[in-house]
């Protein structure tokens, strides 16, 4: 058997866009026109700033989009000592929780940077993944959601990378595109008219699930917590997601709590 995206789609594509300056609003509008679905990673200490998105316009802008953290001041975390990373974090939450009423758990490095202290001090700060600036060019899931690997920035040829992932082959299961940047890029380089020509050629795809950046890491997850017996021949899911999979042919889901027969 074999684990397939929600609604057994096959591939995923995720964009991770940081420091919520007021271009998103454009960016926002771009995903939207097309169905597509991202995080925003925003710095709670520069919200309402010049330049900046409003605390006031949170939840409307990114009204279907995930809002998350990336410091409270975008510090470069490895110079601060550990209560100061804890307050980057913890503090950052809390305020764009009370900004958004939403419950915030998903981060992006400030400048890349971070270590294997500052990994737990996020977690314990209640960070359940954290992007990094390093591009993979491929197409795997992370082994670690808290040194999250985006496939590649958006200057590194997504359109390019879009054909592939057109046309990946079967064999490739569970490919992921995460596409990162900042949306201030677009109007500083005039390139507006590529993140808009990616989304319309990327939208639309009935195998494809837009998710954002959260929802990816919610659903591996889930995936990853399946027991199985020894056999392979029974299955329990004890997340509260539904988890569908496809086996000798035929699709499948395991109902959150349901213990089941792998192919019945
Ligand atoms: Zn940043």
């Known amino acids: ?40 990673h925003l710095n709670s200490g520069t919200v309402g700033k010049p330049e900046f998105v409003e605390p006031g316009e949170l939840c409307s ?13 975008h510090r470069h975390v490895l110079q601060l000592c550990s209560s100061q990373q804890l307050r980057e974090v913890w503090e950052d939450r809390a305020a764009l929780e009370k900004m ?18 500052f990994i737990r001090t996020a977690e314990a700060a209640g960070i359940r993944y954290s992007r990094t600036v390093r591009s993979t060019h491929s197409f795997a899931l992370p082994a670690d959601f808290m040194q999250w690997h985006p496939t590649m920035h ?28 900042h949306s201030f890029e677009f109007e500083r380089e005039n390139t507006w008219e590529l993140i ?19 929802e990816i890491c919610e659903y591996v997850t889930a995936l990853r917590n399946v027991e199985m017996s020894a056999g392979l021949d029974r299955m329990y899911n004890p997340s509260a997601l539904p988890i569908y999979y496809t086996a000798s042919g035929k699709n499948y889901v395991c109902r959150p709590g349901e213990e089941r027969r792998t192919e019945e």
């Open 196 to 214: 808009e020509t990616f989304a319309r050629e990327a939208s639309g795809d009935p195998d494809t699930w837009y998710a954002s950046n959260g």
């Open 100 to 117: 958004t009423g939403r419950m915030i758990r998903g981060m992006s490095y400030a400048f890349g940077e971070y270590s294997e202290d």
């Open 154 to 181: 958006h200057n590194e040829g997504i359109l390019e990378k879009l054909e592939k992932f057109r046309s990946i082959p079967g064999y490739e299961k569970m490919p992921l595109f995460y596409v990162w940047g």
């Open 61 to 73: 802008l990114y009204e279907g989009q995930e809002i998350a953290c990336h410091g409270v001041e």
């Open 1 to 40: 058997m074999e684990f397939l995206y929600p609604d057994w789609k096959k591939k995923a594509l995720t964009f991770s866009y940081d420091d919520g300056q007021i271009y998103d609003r454009r960016l926002v509008e771009i995903f939207n026109k097309y169905g597509l679905k991202g995080t925003f």
